[in-house]
Every structure is written in C-alpha cells, then in structure tokens.
C-alpha cells in the first residue's frame, strides 16, 4: 500500500499518531518543549539515553516513550543550528536529521509518522529552506522504502510555515504518486 501524505497546521504534541519526531540539540535533550510535555517518562528517558551517550551528534537519533503525549513514541533527533557552518553542509545536515528519524522510525516498525519542522525555531533555520529540505529528504527515503510507511504527516505550528508548505504540496503530493 503507497503511504499517504497529509499536511496540517496544528502542534505536534497533539497529535495522535505512533510516533512524531523530536528536533532538539545537545543542550536541550530532555529538556525541549515536547520532552516536557511528555512528562517525567519521557524526561528520564532523556536523561538515561544522555548518560549512555554523551557524545551525541547532529543526525544521531533515539526512541523513547510518549509518555503524556497522544503519539505512543518519540523519535529525538539531533538538529543543526543554521550558520554554525555553511548553506550547503546545514542543508546536508537537515535533510539527515529527517532521513535517520525516518530510518529510525522504520527499524521500529512505526507505520504512521508526525514529522514537525526541525530546526526553525531556536536553530534559525530559514522556513523556506528547511521545508525544500524535509520535502526532498522524505521524498528520497519513500522513493527508497516505498512501503517503509502508511503515512507521513507533515506538521507545521506556525502559520508562515504551513503556508510555506502548502505552496510546495501539490508538487511533492505529485512526485510521490509517481512513485
């Protein structure tokens, strides 16, 4: 069965779905939005994979519980910060952060995925660029595990970002059903 695409406006910790995905960096993890409203399950979690792993890098991910969320799991990803290197390797370096969230999911068996903007917020992300970036690196990951995923929802809390992505929809929602 081909995966299905939806784009919505709404936060991403309401939404109800096997998995979303958590952009955060070094400092934050555990700490983030999300992991807060979480919980203390999810917060521990945090901390315990911290402890083991101290030596995380942008593109490394991990699981955790959902604990307070309505989504069962959290797929943490490690986020790069825009201008902390070039145009080029920040844009390389957000399209790993979706694909290994992606490839995470996958290897967990999670058929329905909530994939937030990742690193437009504290990271200063341009929006229009993180969007090309997630659309082509989800894109590339479906083309190479087409049946990977039942669906794959694109959440955007801010307006300006979901705007962003609507422009571009029909093109993506296009190539995916070529696929």
Sequence with gaps: MPTTFSLMQQGVTNLSSEAIVNGTNTAFVGKDGICQKGGSMVQKACADHLQTNPSLKIGDTFLTTGGALSAKQIVHVISPRWGAQADEESNRLLALCYTNALATAHQAN??????????????GFPKKTAAEVALRAVADYVKQHPDAFQAILFVCAEN?????????????????AAI
Aim: aromatic share 12%; no cysteine; hydrophobic share 35%.
């Design 160 to 176: 300006a970002e979901y705007k962003i992505y609507e422009k571009r929809w029909d093109s993506f929602k296009s190539e995916m």
């Design 110 to 123: 999670i058929r329905v995925i909530g994939l937030p903007t990742i690193s437009t917020g504290l990271e």
